[in-house]
C-alpha cells in the first residue's frame, strides 16, 4: 500500500475477527515502530505485545466505561502497549535543552517529550498495521494504576497508550477533516 493511501485510508477499528495475527505480522508492525523518530535518537519507547485473553480483559477494565475500544481489547487477538522512560528525551547529561514550559508533566516532573517519541511510534505502527490489513485504534484514556498493575510495568516506566491488532470485522468510520486552509498559515 502506498504512503499517502495508508495515511488517507487508516480508520480506528473497534470490532475484530478472532483470527489469530501471525507473528511475522506482528513483527513487522512493531519494525515500523521502532523505526520511528525520536529526540536525539534516544529510542525511549518500548512496546508489551499482550496475547493473554484475561490480560487484555485487565486492559480493557481499565477504560473508562462506555469506552468502545474496550470491546476492541477483548475481541483482538493482540494489543500492544506502548511505554516510555520519562526524563530521557529532552535531556542532555541531565539537564534540560528543549524549551517552554509545557514540557512539564505533573507526575514526573521530568520534560515530557517522550510523549512525542512515542506518538510517532504509535503512528508508525497503526500506519504499518494498516498497510498488512490489519486494525488498531489509539487507546490514550485509562486509568493507569489499574494498567500498570496489569501488565506489571516497571518502575521508572511509564505507560502512555495501547492498542488492539488484528484483522477487522467491520470497517471504521471516515471522520470528516477540515480544509488545509484552514490549518495551514503563510509567514505569519
Same mark, same amino acid.
Given at each position: /500500500?502506498?504512503? =499517502?493511501?495508508?495515511?488517507?485510508?487508516?480508520?480506528?477499528?473497534?470490532?475484530?475477527?478472532?483470527?489469530?495475527?501471525?507473528?511475522?505480522?506482528?513483527?513487522?508492525?512493531?519494525?515500523? #515502530?521502532?523505526?520511528?523518530?525520536?529526540?536525539?535518537?534516544?529510542?525511549?519507547?518500548?512496546?508489551?505485545?499482550?496475547?493473554?485473553?484475561?490480560?487484555?480483559?485487565?486492559?480493557?477494565?481499565?477504560?473508562?466505561?462506555?469506552?468502545?475500544? #474496550?470491546?476492541?481489547? !477483548?475481541? #483482538?487477538?493482540?494489543?500492544?502497549?506502548?511505554?516510555?522512560?520519562?526524563?530521557?528525551?529532552?535531556? !542532555?547529561?541531565?539537564?534540560?535543552?528543549?524549551?517552554?514550559?509545557?514540557?512539564?508533566?505533573?507526575?514526573?516532573?521530568?520534560?515530557?517529550?517522550?510523549? =512525542?517519541?512515542?506518538?510517532?511510534? /504509535?503512528?508508525?505502527?497503526?500506519?504499518?498495521?494498516?498497510?498488512?490489513?490489519?486494525?488498531?485504534?489509539?487507546?490514550?484514556?485509562?486509568?493507569?494504576?489499574?494498567? #500498570?498493575?496489569?501488565?506489571?510495568?516497571?518502575?521508572? /516506566?511509564? /505507560?502512555?497508550?495501547?492498542?488492539?491488532?488484528?484483522?477487522?470485522?467491520?470497517?471504521?468510520?471516515?471522520?470528516?477533516?477540515?480544509?488545509?486552509?484552514?490549518?495551514?498559515?503563510?509567514?505569519?
Amino acid at each position: /500500500m502506498e504512503l =499517502f493511501e495508508a495515511i488517507k485510508t487508516r480508520r480506528s477499528i473497534r470490532h475484530y475477527k478472532t483470527d489469530l495475527v501471525p507473528e511475522e505480522l506482528v513483527q513487522k508492525v512493531l519494525e515500523a #515502530a521502532r523505526w520511528a523518530p525520536s529526540w536525539s535518537n534516544r529510542q525511549r519507547s518500548r512496546y508489551l505485545v499482550i496475547r493473554d485473553k484475561g490480560k487484555r480483559k485487565k486492559l480493557a477494565d481499565s477504560l473508562r466505561p462506555g469506552n468502545s475500544a #474496550a470491546v476492541a481489547l !477483548t475481541e #483482538a487477538p493482540v494489543a500492544i502497549v506502548v511505554c516510555a522512560e520519562p526524563g530521557k528525551a529532552g535531556y !542532555t547529561a541531565g539537564d534540560k535543552v528543549t524549551g517552554g514550559s509545557d514540557w512539564k508533566t505533573s507526575t514526573t516532573n521530568k520534560g515530557n517529550l517522550y510523549l =512525542f517519541d512515542a506518538g510517532l511510534a /504509535m503512528q508508525n505502527l497503526v500506519l504499518a498495521a494498516h498497510a498488512l490489513g490489519l486494525g488498531t485504534v489509539f487507546v490514550g484514556a485509562f486509568q493507569v494504576n489499574n494498567v #500498570a498493575e496489569a501488565i506489571d510495568l516497571p518502575e521508572g /516506566m511509564e /505507560m502512555i497508550a495501547m492498542t488492539p491488532l488484528g484483522y477487522p470485522s467491520e470497517g471504521g468510520r471516515t471522520p470528516s477533516r477540515k480544509e488545509l486552509s484552514e490549518l495551514v498559515f503563510n509567514e505569519q
